[in-house]
């Protein structure tokens, strides 16, 4: 079975260091998949970091096709994910009155949506011992100060990745 990690918001910022940390630390995994809209982005991540393998999804985290194709994708490759970091998001500055409704909502639905679908997705294929023990060791070797909560298993998801 593959050993995958998934990372989203891999093509700039945070995101991309996360990948090039998980690349690094983690010489075990077969693949890191790479979530972000901007497709040359991710290409251009991955040849930065030979000897490890790379699938380059350009996922929109607002749209349910995107979900649609993860979750087929998921299926078809049964791999088993050691690790989802959840950091794709977006900032608008300026007072939320002069934010149309329709940004408000895409925010919304990028911040709280997608994770939470992202979970919900990713879980199957996570074992439940092994998340808490993987995420443990991920968050000893990478984010000091972080949290995790081992019963409450996505909200410690949460907490932990952000
Ligand atoms: N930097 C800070 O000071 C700060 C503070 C608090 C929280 N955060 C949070 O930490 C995370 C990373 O911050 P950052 O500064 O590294 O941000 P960033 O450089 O702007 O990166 C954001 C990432 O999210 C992706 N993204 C945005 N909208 C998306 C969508 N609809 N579908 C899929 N991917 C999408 C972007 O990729 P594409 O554009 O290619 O899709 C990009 O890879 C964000 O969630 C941010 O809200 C950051």
């Not at 919900?120 to 092994?130: F, K, Q």
Request: charged share 20%; aromatic share 8%; glycine share 6%.
């Amino acid at each position: 079975m593959m050993n995958i990690a998934i990372i989203t918001g891999a093509s700039s910022g945070l995101g991309r260091e996360y990948v090039r940390a998980v690349a690094e630390k983690m010489p075990e995994l077969d693949e890191i998949w790479l979530i972000a809209r901007r497709q040359q982005r991710l290409i251009d991540l991955a040849h930065t970091l030979p000897g490890h393998r790379f699938r380059i999804l350009p996922y929109d985290l607002t749209t349910a096709s995107s979900f649609r194709k993860l979750r087929g994708l998921l299926a078809r490759e049964n791999p088993h994910v050691w690790l989802l970091i959840n950091d794709a998001g977006a900032m608008h500055t300026g007072p939320v009155a002069a934010m149309s409704l329709v940004n408000q909502e895409e925010l919304i639905t990028l911040h709280a949506v997608a994770p939470t679908r992202l979970v919900h997705l990713a879980l199957p294929y996570m074992d439940g011992p092994w998340v808490s023990h993987y995420q443990r060791d991920f968050h000893r070797r990478f984010c000091t100060g972080a949290k995790y909560d081992r019963v409450q298993r996505q909200q410690g998801l949460s907490d932990f990745l952000h």
